[in-house]
C-alpha cells in the first residue's frame, strides 16, 4: 500500500516562507514524476508544481520565482519551498504521484497577517 503524506503547513505571515514535504512509502519519490495541488476554499483544485524523477521542475506562472521544488531520495521525500507568501497561496496544499491514484491528504497552508 503505497502512504502520501504532506507536512510542514500553518500559519505565515504574507511575505513569509513556509517548506512543505511530501513523503512517500515504497521508494515511490525517486521512481515517479511528483506533483503539488492546492485547492482554496470555493475554488476547484489547481496545479501547482511538478518534478520529474530525473528533476525536471515545471511550475505554475501564479508561483513562479516564488516556489522551489526539489527532492531527497534518501528520505523518499519531494520538497516545496514557497517564499514571498501572498494571502492568494492561502490553500489546502496536495501531493500527487502522477499517473496514479495516490494522493496525500494535504496540508493546510494560511497566509494573512
Known amino acids: 500500500q503505497v502512504r502520501v503524506v504532506e507536512s510542514g503547513g500553518g500559519l505565515v505571515q504574507p511575505g513569509g516562507s513556509l517548506r512543505l514535504s511530501c513523503a512517500a512509502s515504497l521508494g515511490i519519490v525517486s521512481i515517479y514524476d511528483i506533483a503539488w495541488y492546492r485547492q482554496a476554499p470555493g475554488k476547484q483544485r489547481e496545479f501547482v508544481a511538478h518534478i520529474t524523477s530525473d528533476d525536471i521542475t515545471n511550475y505554475a506562472d501564479s508561483v513562479k520565482g516564488r516556489f522551489t521544488l526539489s527532492r531527497d531520495n534518501t528520505k523518499n521525500t519531494v520538497y516545496l519551498q514557497m517564499t514571498f507568501l501572498k494571502s492568494e497561496d492561502t490553500a489546502v496544499y496536495y501531493c500527487?504521484?502522477?499517473?496514479?491514484?495516490?494522493w496525500g491528504q494535504g496540508t493546510q497552508v494560511t497566509v494573512s497577517s
Open positions: 500527487h504521484v502522477m499517473g496514479s491514484v495516490y
